[in-house]
């Protein structure tokens, strides 16, 4: 859809009066790892379940139309929030581009420090600076960035020749880089479950049942371990360079929003994962069931990064639909 936020419907409600048929309507995603957007309700003891697509072609209802704009609504809102029911408030992510949460002030501090460093690194060196997270505390105390930052402001500005007050756009800018930063540190929580994971592995090593059991986890943790890690990379290259930001400012907003909220969809659906393994202590692994907490484990990542062919084939000889326990949230 190409209609603008002004145009888009705030609140979930369809004119069709099939909307209204069934008991308990609400909408979500299905089961990884097709997630689609579907519309679930009661109709009697029966539970329903119909794809959005199926439903706009089942009732002939035109994309165009206000029931068309309102079902691609929802399809986008499903990205951001777990489910959605006739009458909800639609999540501002869709309608803005603005983020429904905020990030804690600790986040805030790291970007403020990231990108005044970035801007004094730029004055003094005339060249862009990726710079890794660890080190940002110790430079910025050393390159004194405090006494620096506003000459090196007005540098850019001249340079640039440009008349909004960049001063202010930095200040925008590192609002925006404080998610990007919130989302570092859910990329840290899913590294700690792939450390704790491998040091289990490492005290049961010679035991072939737990060992077999989580080979086919490590194959598998690395992808969105790499994946996020590449995100959050794409966006400190961008950053690293203060010319080219702030010569197209506008677009490179566009940019960290995009990835803020490309990782925050595909980060949620980690977060009961990251709270079960976050707090284990791989010493103590006799405190829970081992075999089958890894076992769950894997059918997650089974159903987000497995290749599909793969996935159907695992489930082809099964009698039973898995029970996936970390499918609360159906967002990535």
Known sequence: MSENSAELPNTVSFEHPFFRTFENTHFRLSDPPEERPVLVGDMGDQDVTLTLTGVAREFHIDRHSADGIMLDVVARSLEFVSALKLGDAVPVEVLTGDASWDPEAIHAERARRRINLALVTWHEDGEPAILDTKDIDARYESAEVEAKRDGAIAALNEKLDVEAELSEQVDELISEIAFIEAMRDKHLAVCRVKAVITAIRKLHAKEMGVSGEMEPVMRLLPIPEKAFHQVLSDVDARMADPEAVFSD????????????????????????????????????????????????????????????????????EEDDTPDLKYGGVMTW
């Open 249 to 316: 400012f506008d677009e490179a907003c566009k940019f960290v929003q995009s990835s803020r909220n490309d990782l925050y969809r595909r980060m949620s659906a980690w977060d009961e994962v990251i709270e079960f393994w976050g707090g284990i202590d791989p010493r103590q692994p006799e405190t829970f069931n081992l075999v089958e907490r890894v076992r769950d484990l894997y059918r997650f990542l089974a159903a987000r990064y497995l290749p599909v062919d793969d996935w159907v084939l695992m489930f082809s």
